[in-house]
């Protein structure tokens, strides 16, 4: 008997089952049916209207913040720019530092916006500038490598240090070596528009078509002084 009452009701909680497997997906596509439906007819735009309004009004408070953030960031390079001749004690004057960091655009290209060195993929255009021996020592040797390019010796980076010395005048040249000697936490005396022009003229004589070897540099300048 009692076998014959499961099997009674084996059927009915099958057939209950079927129901519910059969009614759920029905149901959503009734309702997917009546959305679309809405979408579609007269009703629809006021469907649409009602979806769309939120999204206007959660961006609204979103943009405040994007303003704030973009006017923070230009806020905080004058800062640090400011930082910098005051940490190097007597320092470089702000008016040097304003003419460099605008001639670094040139450098930028392959050294970085931060003088990190430029990434191309997993190499660097250039090395970073920040410690960078060859710039914070020998005046004469960083306005050397400007004036002549740095010969590419091996394939460590993707960029080439041409001569740069055309299309910088000689306070230019001055202000971009004071600007990345004293950006970056390095430190080192301002270049003087003096000290520039006295490399050009000195320097004038040195064949590098490809730029001076790195090992070379340091005799070139000690032959110069
Ligand atoms: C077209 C790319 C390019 C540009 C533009 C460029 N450089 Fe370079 N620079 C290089 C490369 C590449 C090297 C390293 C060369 C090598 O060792 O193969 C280098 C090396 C140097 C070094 C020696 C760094 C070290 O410690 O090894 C200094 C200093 C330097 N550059 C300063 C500058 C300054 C300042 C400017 C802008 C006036 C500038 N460079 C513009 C590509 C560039």
Redesign the pocket.
Known sequence: MSDEHNESTNPVLAIIGKIFIFAIPASLVVMLGIVGAAFLGGSGVEVAEAAAKPAPAAAAPAEPAAAAESASAPAAEPAVAAAAPAAAGAGPDASQMQLGKA??A??A???GPDGAGLKAGPML???S?HG????LGDVDA?LL??LKG?????M???????S?GAG?DDEKMAA??TF?RNSWGNSAPAVTVEEAAAARAKFADVNAPAGVK?AEIQAIVDAHK
């Open positions: 001639a670094y040139t450098c290209a392959c050294h255009m250039a090395p500038l960078s021996e060859l710039l960083a490598i400007i740095i010969a590419k010796e091996g460590d980076y993707m960029g080439m240090m041409a740069l910088l971009v070596l990345t790195r």
